[in-house]
């Protein structure tokens, strides 16, 4: 089970090597690894702020991990989370589950993703062209997360 926050940029395809030869004994692998998109509903975005409180983001992504586990009996979790400046199409999130089954590996990493969207302590701007504004998440994100309740 790791989970970092990274101020540097990553490689998904090389995490999830190294996730699938550590995830022994899994009969499901499932990965997300989300990008910074390059336009927002505001037109084009060069890049985008993350910032992070360091002990209440990881303190919150800890207890979501530890319930995915248990709910889901997870083999094997990762999460790694970008802060800072991010370029556009620049990957900023990765997560990896591991499981016995497909569908609980699916299932726990549909959680985490939701978690991470909703209730994770991020502040996020976007820059672009026309300036800077601060994102939400949005109403789908919030409806997405109700199905854990």
Excluded: C, N
């Excluded at 998904?12 to 699938?20: C, I, K």
């Amino acid at each position: 089970m790791t989970i970092r926050l990274v101020d540097l940029s990553f490689d998904p395809g090389a995490e999830l090597s190294a996730f699938s030869t550590r995830a022994v004994g899994a009969g499901g692998v499932v990965s997300f690894s989300g990008h910074v998109r390059p336009q927002s509903t505001d037109g084009t975005v060069q890049s985008l702020m993350l910032q992070i409180h360091p002990v209440l983001t990881l303190a919150g992504m800890q207890t979501a991990e530890r319930e995915a586990i248990a709910r889901w009996s997870l083999i094997d979790s990762e999460i790694i989370h970008r802060h800072g400046d991010i370029g556009a199409s620049e990957a900023i999130v990765f997560v990896a589950t591991a499981s016995a089954h497909r569908r609980a590996a699916f299932e726990a990493a549909d959680f985490l993703m939701d978690y991470l969207k909703t209730k994770a302590v991020f502040w996020k701007k976007e820059a672009g062209p026309g300036g800077e504004r601060w994102i939400e998440p949005r109403e789908d994100d919030y409806a997405d997360a109700e199905r854990w309740i």
